[in-house]
Nanobody
């Protein structure tokens, strides 16, 4: 499963940005998709995650500012980032958890895939 992320760039504090990610390849289903971020020298952290039934989780630092959306039919997840802050500067990674195709098109082995990362820089 390949994940292609886009939408990163430079934005001023208080501005908005949208990240998008599309999964492609052969798989049975995707259970959840999400976004993590990482800055040099720190661990990768969860930003937001959404299940296949629309349940969401957000990091406390982005609640009320970021919104994760999913188009299951298109295997796409997006992250609307509003009122961004300099501390949101990081490389953002898209991730997907799902199942490979098993026998008779039943769910096979699980997988976790990561996109290549897209850099978001927020200037003060």
């Amino acid at each position: 499963v390949q994940l292609q992320a886009s939408g990163g760039g430079l934005v001023q504090a208080g501005g908005s940005l949208r990240l998008s990610c599309t999964a492609s390849g052969s798989f049975h289903s995707i259970s959840s998709m999400g976004w993590y971020r990482q800055v040099p020298g720190k661990q990768r952290e969860l930003v937001a995650r959404i299940s296949n039934v629309g349940d969401t989780n957000y990091a406390d630092s982005v609640k009320e500012r970021f919104t994760i959306l999913r188009e299951s039919a298109k295997n796409t997840v997006s992250l609307d980032m509003n009122n961004v802050k300099p501390e949101d500067t990081a490389t953002y990674y898209c991730t997907a958890f799902g199942f490979e195709v098993g026998k008779g098109w039943s769910p096979g082995r699980s997988f976790t895939s990561w996109g290549q990362g897209t850099l978001v820089t927020v200037s003060s």
